[in-house]
């Protein structure tokens, strides 16, 4: 029953190893609490109690509160003082954590237990006033924001005003009685008579309505928009850690501050954080103050800085992983409140990783997943180019690297308008606070003119590989004219900037960037990554240039060379055009013969670049009306030439009008001839070389000339040709007897021969369910998840932006099926797919070359339908290769 049921664990019982049970935040006290670290007495009430809380209607379960009052008694024996005695009160921190950690997502109450009686008694007790109504007032700002939910800025605005009226203006200047005002301003904004409610003198019942509140954050509006970005489950509950409190604003010999064992940036092996001297952990985390570095507290508090420094090593050495800490020195103590393995940058978690196999700690399969795919993400960001004249507007800490242009907005509900129309935007706030989460998102870049490399603003950039800078001080921001000021510039919404979150410099216009160098670390760890992964890993490349790119990051071989790229550009269009509007096959064979040159010295480049691994040449697919200017351009065009014509002046111009006329109305004849309704479904793919088969021949014509002349020119060739759009096995059979009667010519005519491949994409569910007659005649299948998706959804990816983020939303769907594989339906043809074909032809080669062969759950998928490889775009091609160790460890 309830009753019996454990739900309060003191740190020194509980079972530390058991994260989902405590929290993060509750195992990491109880580890340090059994290492013999010092930690500040507490208990934790488990992440079970909120979900029963929650599955309660919102009441504690039955035995949960006895059995928090039995733990508290053991902290007030542990630190010899009683909860609510006004002689000599014990005061709690009540803390959110649950088992996946979520930054600034849950709330902290701190200083719980006081009232007027033992705040007089702290007073007492300290003989210092100041502190004890700087304590105060903070209980009652955080009560009155998280538990009676007043917002935080009205706290925030009373204080502002409290500090200009002293000499220093900041908030350690504060006398006790200007404090003691705060406080009795703070229980009106919270208690005031229209409110109702009296403020709880009693500390038990404080610690109730605040352990109730707790519970309940975790079903708030950004717990949740966090959650679903993360996909971390709704029902795994928060846990609840009440613990004794420890002072950092305890005078000049006292301070808070938060560390990372080693730079969470660029994983060099140095202690890292920052800290602030007589204030408590809430002014670091907040971004209110900007902290000092770490390295500063070394000269102002050697002692607790050594014994710091010597525990950091520690945690780091328990865990084998860069730590996380927040602490807080009281009276020259130390305490430890928190460790938690350090969130980082792609770029320090590759070097940490592969840091800590040289250094012993890890190995390399530890290592390899230690690094997530999508973290390689921000490693792969450019950076400012370093030639560019740049003009800077302000600088401050570099928070998370990459760099983006994009136009300023001030506020999170413009930058996620603004993104939504298609623009990129620079978010710049004075700070950000969980609230700002949307606009983070969907912004370019992030900039704050307070709070420093732990800031709210920091931390979720960094996870979410977007470039920040922070505590740009110099910047007078205001939000509410919609200006911007710094440096002598003033910068108005809407106007360009660019961040460098790797220097911290926020820069005026459009500065160039530069694709990224990729380290030796990176190498090493991808080469690593490569020995332990079964699946191959190609690029969908066009071009030679593209090619070489992806041939840097790893790539062997083309999966995809989408041929149509290649008709764009001028003289290549106007053949184009002249091929589709040929009155009959001569004339179109006439067309084609003047693309044929471009397309082979094309495939040339690409077999030059890619020298030693296949490169697949997708046959023309797209409908040709992409090719020809659109209805409505045309009418617009034949309505100028009209209005033209009523002015001309001379019988020359109206030759030549006349003239364009008959072109056009030629053109429109021949556009609303080929046009489609639902072109995405009409004469594209393979059914265009079955209509207009010296188009299929011209391309082939061009991959083995090409083919052979590389060859002949030491270049190891392997073409690699696909039918796309196939349905009917017949489709393929045609031709592929085609391609091999046009490579039969070509070779016999050159006096060579190039070992080549045909085979077919596999997007269709037509094709899925009948790939045994299909496999009959392809060497290798191509999954096209794209079509694949739309066919297998009937949902056009043009057309589905516009209500899948509500079906994502409403949780329909669990992400966007075009993003991530859909692995109970699509997924599923791709099995039988791969499994009818094999069984047609054993050993078929089969790989995918969707937009999904980039993206780390999906490539997981592919590995376990074993599929031999996957092809994506350059840039993602490193992460597809760590997506599939991944998946093979
Ligand atoms: P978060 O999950 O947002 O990091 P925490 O529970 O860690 O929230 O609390 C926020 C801050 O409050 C911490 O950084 C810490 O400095 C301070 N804090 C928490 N518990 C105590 C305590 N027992 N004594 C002093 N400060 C505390
Ligand atoms: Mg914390
Ligand atoms: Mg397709």
Redesign the pocket.
């Known amino acids: 029953t309830d009753r019996d049921h454990r739900w309060v664990y003191p740190f020194a019982e509980a079972p530390a190893s058991n994260k989902t049970l405590l929290g993060g935040?509750g195992a990491g006290l109880a580890a340090m609490t059994a290492a013999g670290l010092p930690v500040?007495p507490?208990f934790t009430i488990t992440t079970e109690a909120c979900v029963a809380y929650q599955s309660h209607g919102h009441h504690f379960p039955e035995g949960m509160w006895t059995q928090a009052r039995e733990a508290l008694k053991s902290v007030e024996e542990a630190t010899g003082r009683t909860f609510g005695d006004p002689e000599n009160p014990l005061l709690l921190?009540v803390?959110?954590?649950a088992a996946v950690s979520m930054?600034?997502m849950?709330d902290?109450v701190?200083n719980l237990g006081l009232n007027d009686e033992t705040a007089r008694g702290i007073a007492r007790q300290t003989g210092d006033e100041r502190f004890a109504w700087d304590a105060y007032r903070r209980f009652v700002a955080m009560f009155g924001e998280i538990v009676m939910g007043v917002e935080a800025e009205r706290f925030e605005r009373v204080l502002e005003r409290a500090k200009a009226k002293t000499s220093g203006g900041r908030d350690t200047d504060l006398t006790p009685e200007a404090l003691q005002e705060v406080v009795a301003q703070f229980k009106r904004l919270v208690f005031g008579e229209q409110r109702g409610v009296p403020f709880p003198d009693d500390p038990e019942e404080q610690l109730r309505m605040t352990i109730a509140a707790v519970f309940d954050s975790w079903d708030n509006d950004r717990a949740r928009a966090y959650r679903r970005v993360h996909r971390i489950s709704d029902r795994i509950g928060t846990g609840v850690?009440v613990?004794?409190?420890?002072?950092?604003n305890m005078g000049w010999e006292s301070g808070?501050g938060?560390a990372f064992t080693r730079d969470p940036s660029t994983g060099e092996k140095t202690l890292y954080g920052e800290y602030l001297l007589n204030a408590?952990?809430?002014d670091?985390?907040a971004g209110t103050r900007t902290p000092k570095p770490l390295a500063q507290m070394e000269a102002d508090l050697p002692d607790a800085f050594a014994q710091f420094r010597e525990i950091a090593g520690r945690l780091e050495a328990y865990y084998g992983d860069v730590q996380d800490v927040?602490f807080?020195i009281e009276q020259g103590t130390l305490?430890l409140?928190?460790t938690r393995t350090a969130k980082r940058s792609g770029a320090a978690a590759v070097k940490t990783a592969v840091d800590m196999v040289a250094e012993g700690v890890i190995d390399r399969e530890t290592a390899i997943r230690r690094v997530s795919p999508e973290a390689l993400d921000g490693l792969l960001h450019p950076t400012v180019d370093p030639d560019a004249e740049v003009t800077l507007l302000a600088e401050g800490l570099p928070a998370s690297p990459g760099a983006a242009t994009g136009r300023v907005v001030f506020t999170s509900d413009d930058a996620e308008a603004q993104a939504a129309s298609g623009e990129p935007v620079i978010l710049v706030r004075q700070e950000t606070s969980p609230d700002d989460f949307h606009g983070m998102v969907a912004s370019q870049a992030i900039v704050t003119a307070r709070g420093g490399m732990t800031s709210h603003a920091a931390v979720v950039a960094r996870g979410m590989g977007v470039p920040c800078v922070a505590g740009a001080d110099t910047l007078e921001i205001d939000a509410g004219g919609g200006t911007l000021r710094a440096n002598g510039h003033t910068v108005l919404a809407g106007d360009w900037l660019t961040v460098d979150g790797a220097t911290g410099r926020v820069l005026l216009g459009q500065v160039p960037t530069r694709e990224p160098q990729l380290g030796e670390d990176f190498h090493t760890l991808m080469g690593w990554a490569d020995d332990v992964r079964r699946l191959g890993v190609r690029a969908n490349a066009d071009t030679p240039e593209d090619a070489q790119t992806a041939r840097d990051f790893g790539a062997r071989g083309i999966g995809l060379c989408r041929t149509e790229h290649m008709f764009f550009g001028d003289a290549r269009l106007a053949a184009m055009r002249e091929m589709i509007l040929a009155d009959g096959p001569g004339e179109r064979e006439a067309a084609l013969r003047k693309l044929l040159p471009l397309q082979r010295e094309d495939f040339a480049g690409l077999f030059r670049a890619m020298d030693g691994f296949p490169v697949t040449v997708r046959l023309l697919d797209p409908p040709l009306h992409e090719f020809l200017p659109s209805l409505l351009d045309l009418t617009g065009r034949i309505a100028e030439i009209k209005l033209a014509l009523r002015h001309a002046d001379t019988l020359e111009d109206m030759d030549r009008l006349l003239d364009d006329s008959d072109t056009a109305r030629g053109l429109l004849r021949q556009v609303e001839r080929l046009h489609e309704t639902n072109p995405m479904l009409g004469l594209r793919g393979c059914r265009l070389g079955l209509l207009y088969p010296e188009i299929t021949r011209m391309q082939a014509q061009a991959v083995f000339e090409a083919a052979a002349d590389c060859k002949a020119s030491g270049v190891d060739v392997q073409p690699e040709i696909m039918v796309p759009l196939v349905s009917v096995a017949t489709e393929l059979k045609d031709q592929a007897a085609l391609v091999r009667e046009v490579a039969s010519e070509v070779f016999a005519e050159r006096g060579t021969e190039v070992d080549y491949l045909v085979g077919t994409m596999i997007e269709l569910p037509r094709a899925c369910l009948t790939a045994g007659q299909i496999a009959d005649h392809a060497e290798f299948f191509s999954f096209g998840t794209n079509d694949l998706t739309q066919t297998t959804f009937g949902l056009s990816r043009d057309d589905a932006g516009r209500f899948l983020s509500t079906y994502v939303d409403r949780g329909i769907l669990r992400a966007d099926p075009f993003q991530v594989l859909d692995q109970e339906g699509v997924g599923q043809l791709v099995r039988m797919g791969t499994e009818r074909g094999r069984e047609a032809r054993p050993g078929l080669k089969v790989g995918v070359c969707g937009e999904h062969g980039g993206e780390p759950q999906s490539v997981a998928f592919f590995h376990d339908a074993g599929l031999d490889y996957v092809s994506c775009s350059p840039f993602r091609v490193p992460i597809a290769r760590l997506a599939a160790a991944h998946a093979a460890l």
């Open positions: 935040k500040p507490g921190s803390r959110s954590g930054p600034g849950m902290t701190l850690t613990q004794a409190m420890v002072f950092g808070t938060v408590q952990g809430e670091v985390v927040e807080t305490w409140l928190q």
